[in-house]
């Protein structure tokens, strides 16, 4: 699965779109329960404490990830990071390039999956390794669990 990354370069008084495709590292399944231990996936709460949309994004994962934007936003308006959050799409795109420029193995199990994935957003890369605030973490297993059940059951 790919995607396409697209990075901003600012060349002398001009600006340069550069476009790659780069692997995307979080599954669908990840995602929402990503959404779901977050937020419960509820749009309707734009921005609480400073953190944006389903998948409550931050200014600096923003940032960090890339200022993507949603189509005819630019990333230099005013509203770019809080549409793109805000954005569903714009919003899991956002976490894709927060986690290849981040992933990691964060539970020491000699891979990198979901729950480093999840680790990371919500305690930030260079924390991923402490405790997971308990609610937090029980959602996010459970999500994932009934997920892999469900899979199962159609395999």
Same mark, same amino acid.
């Given at each position: 699965?790919?995607?396409?990354?697209?990075?901003?370069?600012?060349?002398?008084?001009?600006?340069?779109?550069v476009?790659?495709?780069?692997?995307k590292?979080?599954?669908?399944?990840?995602?929402?329960?990503?959404?779901?231990?977050?937020?419960?996936?509820?749009?309707?709460?734009?921005?609480?404490?400073?953190?944006?949309?389903?998948?409550?994004?931050?200014?600096?994962?923003?940032?960090?990830?890339?200022?993507?934007?949603?189509?005819?936003?630019?990333?230099?308006?005013?509203?770019?990071?809080?549409?793109?959050?805000?954005?569903p799409? #714009?919003? @899991? $795109?956002?976490?894709? =390039? %927060?986690?290849?420029?981040?992933?990691?193995?964060?539970?020491?199990? +000699?891979? *990198?999956?979901?729950?480093?994935?999840?680790?990371?957003?919500?305690?930030?890369?260079?924390? #991923?390794? @402490? $405790?997971?605030?308990? =609610? %937090?973490?029980?959602?996010?297993?459970?999500?994932?669990?009934?997920a +892999?059940? *469900?899979?199962?059951?159609?395999?």
């Amino acid at each position: 699965m790919y995607y396409k990354l697209t990075i901003l370069l600012t060349l002398g008084l001009g600006l340069v779109l550069v476009q790659s495709e780069s692997p995307k590292p979080i599954t669908e399944t990840c995602l929402l329960c990503m959404c779901e231990a977050l937020s419960g996936c509820n749009a309707t709460a734009v921005c609480v404490n400073g953190a944006c949309g389903i998948f409550r994004i931050t200014w600096d994962q923003w940032v960090d990830a890339g200022r993507l934007t949603v189509p005819g936003d630019t990333p230099l308006s005013d509203s770019a990071f809080t549409s793109c959050a805000n954005d569903p799409h #714009c919003g @899991a $795109d956002t976490l894709q =390039n %927060y986690m290849v420029k981040y992933g990691q193995d964060c539970n020491d199990d +000699q891979q *990198e999956d979901c729950y480093d994935y999840g680790a990371i957003h919500y305690m930030g890369p260079f924390n #991923c390794k @402490a $405790d997971m605030p308990y =609610n %937090y973490e029980n959602i996010f297993k459970r999500c994932l669990r009934r997920a +892999q059940r *469900e899979q199962q059951s159609t395999d």
